[in-house]
């Protein structure tokens, strides 16, 4: 199946309100589900390593360091 075939079956399916529609993304080796009803929402990290490199940097640039570090 081509790029183009899958892509013009998502949007079939996009347009189904009956169909449950997820988009799946490969992270880390799982499959995370992603509905696309929320598609303009804002999208939380769903790879584990980035968020995690993220909150450590965000914490070594404080001052003072979050309770629940200390």
Not at 14 to 21: K, Q
Not at 25 to 35: N, Q, S, Y
Request: proline letters at 3%; charged letters at 35%; glycine letters at 2%.
């Amino acid at each position: 199946m081509t790029r183009r075939e899958r892509r013009q079956q998502t949007f079939a399916r996009r347009n189904d309100d009956e169909t449950v529609v997820a988009k799946r993304a490969r992270v880390r080796g799982l499959a995370a589900k992603v509905t696309l009803a929320i598609v303009n929402a804002p999208r939380a990290f769903v790879n584990r390593d980035l968020n995690a490199a993220i909150n450590i940097r965000r914490y070594v640039v404080l001052k003072t360091k979050p309770a629940e570090l200390a």
